[in-house]
């Protein structure tokens, strides 16, 4: 009997060894890293037709952090055409544009601000929407200015009326008033006359000056 259970109880000492040795070898795998949080992309929708809207922070799909670049210019409106140009504003040289026309209509005038970025935008035609619902050629007593919110043009807006709205300092409406042509600010009565929106002129808030235009 003895060398029998000598026999039997040898593969159970072997069992009994590799039991806790291999629990003490085995190994897992990893658990997968979770995905490092970056950067989110937020899409801007391009302007492809309709009213183009014009807010205190931007002109439809443009923002004070869009980039003064032809391409970026294209790329936010697929189906317009964009070109490069330069155009004289007073003393010094020439200044780079890019202007914008879609369906043989002029959209806006983007000029390049002194840090490179876009300085400002000139909106003179088109489909054009302010803040409020504003369209071009709207009458100035229509749209509940103040004279005291308005000065005379200067330059590219002489012997027109630029206004700026106090909630929207990024934002300047430059009326026109035929006939005008004494320079200063016409009377309020010849302006609620006469006087009609004839340009939307857009900054970013860091080169928005009130009554500029």
């Keep these: 009997m003895t060398p029998r259970i000598a026999l039997i109880a040898a593969p159970l000492l072997l069992l009994a060894a590799c039991g806790p040795a291999g629990n003490k070898a085995e190994t897992h795998a990893p658990a997968a890293e979770a995905p490092k949080s970056g950067p989110v992309a937020i899409a801007v929708k391009p302007y492809v037709g309709g009213p183009l809207e014009v807010r205190a922070d931007g002109v439809g799909p443009i923002t004070a952090a869009t980039a003064f670049d032809q391409a970026t210019i294209k790329a936010l409106f697929p189906k317009a055409v964009v070109k490069a140009a330069f155009i004289h504003v007073g003393e010094g040289p020439p200044g780079p544009i890019l ?60 012997n027109q009326t630029v206004c700026v709205r106090p909630d929207a300092p990024t934002l300047a409406y430059v009326f026109g008033t035929p006939g005008w042509t004494k320079g200063g600010l016409p009377p309020v009565e010849t302006l609620k006359a006469k006087g009609q929106l004839n340009e939307l002129v857009w900054r970013p808030a860091e080169q928005a000056a009130v009554g500029a235009a």
């Design 99 to 158: 202007t914008v026309e879609q369906d043989n209509v002029p959209l806006m005038e983007i000029g390049k601000g002194a840090e490179g970025g876009i300085g400002e935008i000139r909106l003179a035609a088109g489909p054009v929407h302010g803040p409020k619902g504003e369209t071009l050629l709207a009458k100035w007593g229509d749209l509940s200015f103040d004279i005291s919110q308005c000065r005379a043009g200067e330059g590219r807006t002489v």
